[in-house]
């Protein structure tokens, strides 16, 4: 048996509720505005337009641009920029992501596991996202209401749990299951390797 699998005993935990555009409006806003960590753990890696009200011109009401450029931004402020996803990112993701040499030089550290299907976002320690929502525009609500998925998620500042899902998502990262890992023949780099 895994570290991994566990039943916690039930609690209260005041958490918000989110669906549809309420992903984008708590969690991609968050995140837009890190000041200190930005951990993403999510099965499908896309691009991402994010309206940024930061760079909009006198007389427009929306101004987008790739969330790549905000990780760029954050990575310039040392903001600790980490993704775990499963598959290859989208092509439109490895394109902006190669744009910036910030980003490929280590400013946003990517990390990829066959078997992560959890969908998390922890920003600075103390704000976190768990539900169904991939990195997606589709998944986070930026795309239009008749576009977009039908998400379900929740977002909270609760400590003990952001420490135990910050927990399971560093030992993800460090490779902690790769060693027993039954898909290491589908993996391209397992994390515990050199």
Known sequence: MSELDFVSEARLVRARFVSGSGHYESVVRAVMDAKVSVWIATANLKELLVDDARMRMPGRRRSFRSVLEVFDEL?????????LHAGFPSQAFRDAFDAHPRLV??????RQCPRVHL?????????????SANWTGAGLGAKGDRNRNFELGFVTGDEALLD???GIFDHLWAGGEC???GRRDVCDAPL???
């Open 179 to 181: 060693a027993k890992c």
């Open 192 to 194: 515990d390797g050199p």
């Open 164 to 166: 135990q899902v910050q």
């Open 119 to 131: 969908k998390a976002v922890i920003v600075d320690g103390s704000l976190l996202y768990l539900g």
């Open 105 to 110: 030089a280590g400013g946003l550290a990517l």
């Open 75 to 83: 990575a310039q402020k040392k903001v600790d920029l980490r993704i």
